[in-house]
Structure formats: C-alpha cells, structure tokens
C-alpha cells in the first residue's frame, strides 16, 4: 500500500462479504447451510429446487417451527443464532448450525428472501429481505404455511470475480446434488425431493425401519451397494457404529461414495480416514478406493465440532479411543466376511422345502446381498430357485460315489515361520524366485472336506469337480458354479496363519549391534518418551538420548536388514497425529505376504479332488479368503440363472 490508511469498522456487507468466502464457495454450500438450518428447525419435510445448477435459483423450503416476525430482522445479521447461548452449549452443541452467520454471508453475495410462518394459519407470514450498503432488513407481511422457505437468486451477482469461478451448470449441479445426497443420507426421518430446472429427481420418503434405509441407500447410491456391503451396528466405551462398509471387491476408482457421520454431521476428518484405511490395508487392489457409509455416535461434549468454518472437521477429545474402536470394529467386520460366514434364508413357494443362500464377492446382480439380516424373497422361475433336501442328498451320495477318497488327504501349507533360515529369506532371499525352500508350518487339524452331520447342506463353496488348466479349481455350489484361482485363495489362506504366528504373540526382536542414532525434533522426542511401550509392543526399544536425539537399539528380526530411520519417523508422526502407527506392522506384513506367496500352489501343480476340496474348506475358515494379499478377488460364483441366459434356456 502506497499510502497509510486510518484503522476503521468495515461496512456490514463488506464484512459479511469476506465472510462469505469461508462459507460460500459455490451454490452446493449454499444449499448445506440452508437445509442444515431447516432440519435444526425440525422439519419432517424438505424441499429443494435448484435452476442454472443453483446460480440462478436455489430454493429450499421446510415444514419446520419457523421464525418469529420479531426475529426475522436477526435472521439476517451476523453472529445471530437461537442454538447456542453460553460456552457450554457451545462444548456441547448438537445442532448442525450455530454460527450464525450463513444467512447474512449469503445475503451479501446474492439476492436472499426469506418467508416464514410460526402460526397454523397460512395467512400469519412474513418475509424479510437484506437491502442497501448497511443491509438494513425490512420485514412484510407474505402468506405461507407452518415452516419457512429460503429462495437464493443470481448467487455472486455482485461480485463479478467469485462469479467467474463458478464452473459449467452440469458441474455446479453435480456438486450440489451431492451435497443433497450427504444430507439426505443424515436423516433417515425426514421426508425430501430434489428438483432441477423444473424436473423432479429425487423423491425419498421418511424410512422408519431398516427396510426404509436400505431403499434410500439403494435410491442415492444404487442397489448395487447394498448387494456388496456388509451392514454393521458395534457399541464400545461410550460409542456407537452403524452403517454399511463395502466389500473389498467392491471398490472404486475414486473415493466418491465414502460417507462419515458424527453425530449426524456429515464429516471429512483425517483421523477417522487414517482408521478406514487401517483397516482395509491388505485387502483393496492397489489404487483403489473402499466404499461406506458409517455413522459414528458419541457423546456431543467429547467431539469438538467448532474447528473450522464449514464445519466439515471435527476433534476428538480421546482421538486414539475412536481411532481404536472405528479400525477394530471395521477390521473384525471385513475379517468375518469369508465364504459361509452370514447365510440368508430365502423362502421358495408353498410346498418346497427352504434352503440357505450365501453371498460371493463380486458377483454379478443376481448375487444375494451379504447382509446380516436375513433376506426374505418371493417364489421366482423354478431355474432361480435352491434345490431342495433331496436334490442336495441326491447329488452328495453321487458325489462320494465318483470320488470316494475325498476324505484321504488335505492341502498343507508350506510356509516357513519367522526367525531362523526362514527369516534371513525374508531379509535377503525370498523374493528369489521359484527355488525358493520354506519348511512347512504346523497345519490345522485335519477337518473333512464334506461334512457329515447334516445330509441336505452342501458348503458354500460346493464340491470341487475339476481343475483347469492347472489355475482355476471348478466347483458345484448351491447356486451353480463355482470358480476359484487356487493360488490367490491358498496364499491369503497362508497369509493369515503367518499373520496369526507372529502377531499372535510377542514379536521376535534382535538388538542391533551399533544402535542407530536419530536427529529428531521437540515434538520428536516427546513423542518417543511418551510412547515408549507402544514401540516396546511392537519389537522397537528407542531411547531419548538427548534433547534433539534418538536412539534405535532393538527392532523386529524380520525387520532387521531394514532403513530403520524412515520407518521410526513414520511411526512417530503417525502416533503423533492417529494416536496409533501401523507401518511397522505393514512392513513386517509385506515380508510375510513374500513369504506366503512363495509358500503357495504354484499354476500348473495339479491337484486331486481330495486337494481341491480341502483347499475351498480352508477358504471358508479364513478371513478376508476372497481376496489375495494383493486384493484381487479369489473366487467368484454364476448361478445357474446366469448359465441358462447365456444358453438362452428357457426364451
């Protein structure tokens, strides 16, 4: 500045212009912070109609208390609010909105009328209207039911520069309908419709039941999530999970349907992305995003919601208790997901007997949903129905018929466990190839592969009947055919016995011989100090050895060939920020999944029927068996429905 200028008070709509850059970026937050404050006002009912992607009309109207006309004028001005009058409301606030300050930000960016009733009588309406330099308000009578109604016209038309960032209308609407989509998905007791440019897209009723939200959930983000998402309710410590998590076969490019609320906040909060990711580590194909939608509930007085102008982050008073609890609640939910786990009963038309259905990853829409209620679905075509008890016995007793040595032998895993040989093979030479020798790990007892006890049962994934080409193993399930990559299946199956040795108890550590010495910050060696025995846990002994220095004495074997100094730091700034750090546990992991790779069936090692079946059953024990380490599907399954449209039976 060329000139020194007096200090002076800003004018009102100066002020609430700079202020509409923190909360007004485009139509799609617009209409956050007017639905936000309709359902603070108990609405049961929302209505929103957009036009020109909300640039031109955003529109949002609600059957909730209303506004008094003595409040109407405070409705428009700054640090104005009814949801909050002391520090402790504050600390404990359980409203959406409590600023007070949206309207009047969006005031000074727009043409705002804002129509309101608090009386039965249609009549008993006001509106009020923001004008001139100061904003002055001015309050006339308007016809309107119970509730209010907030039309926003030509967002930005005075300020011609925030204007030229708005994009194409099909992008801003985009956004914006996203927006819907999060709020819509908050409230399952509220009743709300989408219009755009005169066309109604959304209509969603008020869902009472499960069955409610499941229809809102598949309106908004398809059937197919529900069809591949595992639903989840988990209590602990004072918290409470609920919601869908997708099956890791169900994964996208871009992490576009991932959805977090606390408290019925919708939420972007990197402690609670760190947990989600935690626990989908070594189950999503590289690149890949996890879908979900999670909702988090929590005593409103341990969660600061008033750390950011949008209200999109939150803080947690005990962070690394929610971080514990949301990583173990969704890593014991994607851990039981496995092949027989959840069953459905589905029933068939009077006179035919009932039978179990169970779920594939990945499976193609006539797939049944792996839900942890059980599916209830009307008689169909006699070729999409569950053969009954006598076809099942039939097939069995023709089954042990063909192949009566099913029970003589069982695929054994041949990895090595950690330490000795096997682990300096880990450090320098498993990754050599197909010579390598790994000596074989006590198994689990013996099972047989066809159970005995109950006749009409076949296993999940049925009975194998071939292999082909020495890669796919072919199986006669339930539902029709069965197709499992022998490899990937038998090296998740190693994987997490491995997984199970070494982290089952204490981690086998080596002291280094010449300690490695660490420069490190304050925060650093605070972290250290105050983290001692989650490090000694995990095979790391780390000392303080001076204001500005650490020292690394002692790491995991399997680790110790390993670039120490990144690895520590990593785990200090994860600790630091998560209250947690896995990537020690990653990279030990990352030896381990060598490991089992090159402890598995290898393509072309053919295999008996005994072997076959031995190695589904295995699948149907062990967690996560429907992905590779690698997170490529293990199995997947074509009903007979499936065939018979390929053969055109039946048309």
């Given amino acids: 500045m060329s000139e020194q200028r007096p200090i002076r008070i800003l004018d009102p709509r100066l002020a609430n212009q700079i202020a509409a850059g923190e909360v007004v970026e485009r139509p799609a937050s617009v209409l956050k912070e007017l639905v936000e404050n309709a359902v603070d006002a108990g609405s049961r009912r929302i209505e929103l109609e957009l036009e020109a992607g909300g640039a031109r009309l955003i529109r949002v109207r609600d059957d909730g208390g209303g506004i008094a006309e003595a409040d109407l004028p405070l409705a428009l001005s700054r640090h104005a609010t009814s949801k909050i009058a002391s520090l402790e409301e504050l600390e404990g606030v359980a409203s959406l909105g409590f600023r007070g300050e949206a309207l009047a930000s969006i005031a000074s960016v727009s043409r705002l009328e804002l129509i309101s009733n608090t009386d039965d009588d249609p009549q008993a309406g006001w509106r009020v209207v923001a004008e001139g330099r100061e904003m002055e308000p001015r309050v006339t009578p308007a016809p ?24 194409t209308e099909k992008t801003e609407f ?23 440019n005169q066309k109604t897209l959304h209509q969603l009723r008020p869902a009472a039941d499960a069955a409610g939200r499941e229809r809102r959930i598949a309106a908004l983000l398809g059937k197919g999530f529900l069809e591949n998402a595992l639903a989840l309710d988990l209590e602990a410590n004072g918290l409470r999970l609920w ?75 005990d962070g690394r208790l929610v971080h514990d609890f949301l990583f173990s609640s969704l890593h014991r939910a994607l851990g ?18 009932a039978a179990t259905t169970v779920a594939a990853p990945g499976v193609a829409e006539a797939a049944p949903r792996w839900q942890q209620q059980p599916m209830a679905l009307g008689g169909g075509d006699e070729r999409e129905r569950h053969p009954g008890a006598d076809k099942v016995r039939q097939f069995m007793a023709g089954y042990r018929a063909l192949h009566p040595d099913h029970e003589e032998s069982l695929l054994t895993p041949q990895p090595a466990p950690p330490g000795g040989a096997a682990a300096a093979q880990a450090r320098g030479e498993a990754g050599g190839g197909e010579g390598t020798s790994l000596r074989p790990i006590p198994s689990a007892p013996p099972r047989p592969s066809l159970p005995e006890e109950d006749p009409t049962q076949a296993p999940p994934l049925g009975y ?7 890669v796919y193993i072919l199986a006669q399930g339930r539902r029709g055919l069965v197709v499992v990559d022998m490899h990937a299946a038998h090296e998740r199956i190693t994987y997490e016995r491995l997984k199970t040795q070494v982290h089952g108890g204490a981690l086998e550590a080596q002291a280094l011989l010449v300690p490695v010495s660490l420069a490190a910050s304050a925060a650093e060696v ?28 002692q790491v995991p074997t399997l680790l110790a060939e390993a670039d120490v ?15 947690r750090s896995d990537r020690l546990e990653a990279h030990i992991n990352e030896l381990l999944a060598t490991m089992a790779c090159h402890g598995s069936v290898r393509a072309n090692r053919k295999l008996s029927i005994a072997e076959m079946n031995a190695l589904l059953r295995d699948m149907e024990r062990t967690e996560r068996s429907g992905q590779c380490n690698h997170g490529r599907p293990t199995w997947f399954e074509m009903s007979m429905h499936e065939l018979d449209k390929r053969f055109l039976r039946g048309q």
């Fill in 464 to 470: 194998a009947i071939a292999q082909l080409q020495g």
């Fill in 526 to 553: 605070a972290t250290a100090e105050a983290e001692r025995e989650a490090f000694a846990r995990l095979g790391v002994e780390l000392d303080v050895a001076g204001p500005e220095t650490l020292l690394v004495r």
């Fill in 336 to 353: 039981e997901a496995r092949p027989g786990h959840q069953e459905a009963e589905e029933a068939v038309e009077a006179g035919a007997e």
């Fill in 243 to 317: 919601g869908w998590v997708g099956l890791p076969t169900f994964s996208r490019a871009q992490a576009d349907q991932q959805y977090f609320f606390v408290n019925g906040r919708v939420v972007r909060d990197r402690l609670v992305a760190h947990a989600i990711r935690q626990a989908y580590r070594d189950v999503l194909f590289h690149g890949r995003h996890p879908v979900f939608v999670l909702y988090l509930e929590l005593d409103p007085s341990v969660v600061d919601v008033n750390v950011h102008p949008t209200k999109h982050e939150v803080r947690f008073r």
């Fill in 174 to 196: 985009g956004h914006a309908e996203e927006a819907f989509r999060r709020l819509a998905l908050s409230r399952y007791d509220i009743g709300w419709s989408l219009r755009h």
């Fill in 144 to 167: 309107h039911p119970r509730g209010t109604t907030v039309a926003v016209r030509d967002l930005f038309f005075n300020t011609p520069a925030r204007r030229k960032f708005l994009r």
């Fill in 565 to 579: 100094e990144p690895l520590i730091r990593d785990m200090l700034g994860d600790l630091e920020r998560y209250g």
